[in-house]
């Protein structure tokens, strides 16, 4: 159950079983961490392999992963995929992501410290679904994203057109998050 804002009403919200332990999403205290674990498992990629940039001055920031908090800002002007998604309030799927023009530098940063479940290497991105997080009015919170990384894309699964709108349904449920609140507002 989540509370509307304006009204006071309770709104009941039913998650098809796949995603079900999004609901946790909605917790009072998770940490970004979890959430990524929760997304990480419920698309069957390394945590490291969800993004959360929060929009913020036309710069977005990475809340997760946590180790490319420190890394830079991605200008809402490039042409970063992230940048177009915000832009364009399009959620976006790309099975051909290491053929699509863009920035890499983000990809040839490694994990330090106890982000166990990063790569110990940089691994190339090989697939990528990207969505925009939008507040009750359609404004740009922040963009989510999900990857698979490898290093040929024949031994990466592509993703649905399923997985795109379970990767919105996320979105929306992050959108009404504490964390989100806390985070990109």
Known sequence: MTEKPHHGAT????????????GVILSEGISSLEVSKVLAK???VAHAEVALLKLEGGLLRFVFPEYLRTTGAIP?????VAAHTALSKKAEIFNNFARVKHASIFETIKSVGNDAD?????????????VPILDQHSAV??????????LDPRHT???SREDL?????????LAASALIQANLT
């Open 157 to 159: 699964q592509d993703f």
């Open 141 to 150: 919170l922040g963009v989510l994203q999900i990857s698979r990384k490898g």
């Open 11 to 22: 709104e009941e919200i039913i998650l098809p079983e796949n995603l079900l332990p999004l």
């Open 118 to 130: 990063a790569p110990a290497s940089a691994t190339p991105i090989q697939k990528l679904m990207s």
């Open 76 to 80: 809402i002007s490039s042409k970063a």
């Open 42 to 44: 419920v698309f069957r």
């Open 165 to 173: 709108h379970d990767l919105e349904i996320a979105a929306g449920l």
